[in-house]
């Protein structure tokens, strides 16, 4: 028996203004936005079973995302790729085998759309 488990509940995302990155992903997730920000540097957005934190503490250019740490779920990636261009946010990829895609959020952090 190992003193963890063998379950992840949170990501963490390195934003620059914690307001606005609250504001383009409750956008992108079509989620309500609140005005609870944990230590005034957090925003959590709940999903199935996992947390978006989104963190001003931890941002410098270092810390942005340069390759996708995971990926949104998609039943449909044509859609959601229209979606995003349609948002004017950056791509970085187009659809590839069919399946995923890559954008970036305004702070620059690439991530992934993918259709399991």
């Known amino acids: 028996?190992?003193?963890?488990s063998k379950k992840i509940t949170g990501i963490f995302i390195p934003v620059k203004d914690i307001k606005?990155?609250?504001?383009?992903?409750?956008?992108?997730l079509?989620?309500?936005?609140?005005?609870?920000?944990p230590g005034r540097h957090?925003?959590?957005?709940e999903l199935n079973n996992l947390n978006l934190v989104l963190d001003s503490?931890?941002?410098s250019e270092k810390t942005i995302i340069?390759?996708?740490l995971f990926h949104f779920d998609t039943d449909n990636i044509?859609?959601?790729?229209?979606?995003?261009?349609e948002k004017g946010i950056e791509l970085t990829s187009d659809i590839q085998f069919n399946q995923f895609f890559n954008f970036k959020?305004?702070?620059?952090?690439?991530l992934m759309m993918c259709q399991p």
């Open 1 to 4: 028996m190992i003193p963890l």
């Open 57 to 59: 503490k931890i941002y």
């Open 30 to 37: 079509a989620v309500q936005p609140i005005n609870e920000f």
């Open 66 to 68: 340069q390759t996708p």
């Open 20 to 28: 606005k990155a609250r504001d383009w992903y409750c956008d992108l």
């Open 42 to 45: 957090l925003y959590v957005i």
């Open 105 to 110: 959020d305004p702070d620059g952090n690439h």
């Open 78 to 85: 044509e859609q959601s790729y229209q979606y995003i261009q």
